[in-house]
Every structure is written in C-alpha cells, then in structure tokens.
C-alpha cells in the first residue's frame, strides 16, 4: 500500500500501523458503499458506553478496526468510542509499542442520507504500558488523522511536522498521495456550527455570532465532523463545537475526537482550542471518553472567536 512508502523513513512500527489503518478504511468504505443493500442502515437497540444509542454501522466498523490492529504486531492497545474500556491486544515485549485509539465511524447517523462520513485515529507509544497508556496529552501523539468516505475516499495523515493527503484508488484498493505539507488558509470568513442550539452556548459564543453576521461571514456545517473539518482545513474558516447547558464540558471525545483533529489542525498551520481558549493538545486527560469543547480552524478565525472569551478582547 502506497501509504507505507511515505512514512518507511519514520520508524517501521508506525508505519505498520497506519497501513493497516489504511486497511481498515478500505474494508469500511466498502461497507458504506453496500450499507443497504446489506442491511446495515439504522440503529441498534444498544447504547455505547456515553449512552448513545449504536447504529449498525459503528459497530461493524469498530469490529474491522479491532480486527485490522490485532493483526498489526506493533499495536498494544487500541481505544474506541465502541468500547467501555482499552483493549489490551499484546504486550511491549510481544512488540505491542504503539497505542490506536479511534472514533470509529463519526457521523454514523448520517449514512441513511448518503452524507459524508469518516474514520478519526489518533497513534500514541504504548507507554506507560497497558489501558492507562491512552491517558496521554495530546501533544504526545506520533501521528493522527482521519479517513473521510464521501464522493471519493481520502485519508488525511499528519506526522510530526506535516499533513498528507491519500485517495483511494476504486480500482486497486490503493491510497495515493496526492498532497503533501498541505495548509490550511489563515483566514477566511467561514464558521461551521450547529446554530440550533444557539440559544444553550455561553453568551461569549453567541456574541461572536453576532459579530460574524454583521461581518459578513458565511455558514457551512454539515454535521459529520470529519467532513466539516475537512473542508475547513482545505478551504479555511472555523469549526465550532462549543459546551452547551446540556453538556457543561462539550460533547466530543478529547482523547480520539478533539486530539487527533487538533493535531492534524496545528500541522497544517492552524490552531485549535477548547472553549476556555487553552489549547486543547495540552489538555491532561482523566478518563478515556473525556469530553471536551473544541474550536479549531483558520488561525486568524480561531483567534477572533477566542477574543470573545472571557479573557480575551473581542472587536467592538
């Protein structure tokens, strides 16, 4: 796989990891693809353990990632949002050095639509070894990224420094480079939120709303993360995913949902904080389905909505 070949002068355990990340996505993308004509559309009557209730298809795709890393002798540990708990898969000494953690098919509900969906992972050293492994800052991963199965399949790869772009092949099951030290814009007058709940944001979000109607901003949100960041790190802009009454501490996951995309962000030239304003790789976690509050983009934009915070000084 082609995926391999960029990252052979990194170091040979995560490359092995990443291409059967790559794997994986081939063999879910190809699950999205037959989603009805195999009966995969909907929802289960189980809940995961945030209590939401479990379509089909994050199950399938959580058991194929599960498999793919079990498979790959360089994974120790692998977290998911489908599962209460880390699943310890082999130990340092059987050369499990390297920790996956993963949202396994974000924005699952939208598949009956044919809406954009992905895969988000994030590649941690398995170290200290074991569940607890996990529970590292995000400034600590080696890698992450996500795969978006849309109108073509892409995997978006940072390192250490940069951020690469794969398409998938339909016709060799490949992903290709087509991109490299990619970058986001540093301004554009875009946001991406889920306006609805206008009414639950603290009243800093809702005065930079104000501010961006009355400046002229467009809105675009999809509501698959993976897509609305994705056409945020390509295009610019901002995406917000502030706390609500209902959810004090944000609703998405810090450790493999606000990490790897804050990651993949800040290589790319960008900047990602969580609704306090403190950058969100720096955040030490305590749990693994910690949530957290995300705001990532565009520098300038990210840097415009911080002003509105409480410590910050917003436009008059």
Known sequence: MELSKHLAKAEPDLTDVIQSIGEAGVRI????????????????????????VQQ?????????????MQTSESVGVYVSEEQPDAVVIRSRDEGGVLTVLAD???????????????????VLRNDPEGATSALQPGERQIAAGYILYGSSTLL?????????????????????LVESGLRMPTERRVYSINEAYVDSFDASVQAYLRHA????????????????????????????????????????RLMYEANPMAWVTERAGGRAVNGRG???????????????????????????VTSF???????S
């Open 29 to 52: 993308g190809r699950q999205i693809r037959r989603a009805r004509l195999s009966d995969v559309i909907g929802a289960l009557t189980e809940v995961n353990v945030q209590g939401e």
């Open 56 to 68: 089909k298809l994050d199950v399938l795709s959580d058991e194929i990632l599960l498999d793919e």
């Open 104 to 122: 396994p098919l974000d924005g699952s509900s939208n598949i009956d639509v044919a809406v954009g969906v992905g895969t988000i992972f994030s």
């Open 156 to 176: 978006v790869l940072a390192g250490a420094t940069q951020v690469y772009m794969y398409v998938l092949d339909p016709d060799s099951d490949e992903f290709c």
């Open 213 to 252: 109607h009355g400046a002229g901003y467009a809105a675009r949100y999809i509501g698959s993360m993976v897509a609305d960041v994705h056409r945020t790190l390509l295009k610019g802009g901002v995406f917000l995913y502030p706390a609500t009454a209902d959810h004090p501490d944000g609703k998405l």
């Open 278 to 304: 403190d950058r969100i790789l720096e955040t030490a976690p305590s749990e693994l389905h910690q949530r957290s509050s995300v705001i990532l983009g565009s520098k300038a934009e990210v840097d415009l």
């Open 309 to 315: 915070l409480p410590s910050g000084s917003a436009p």
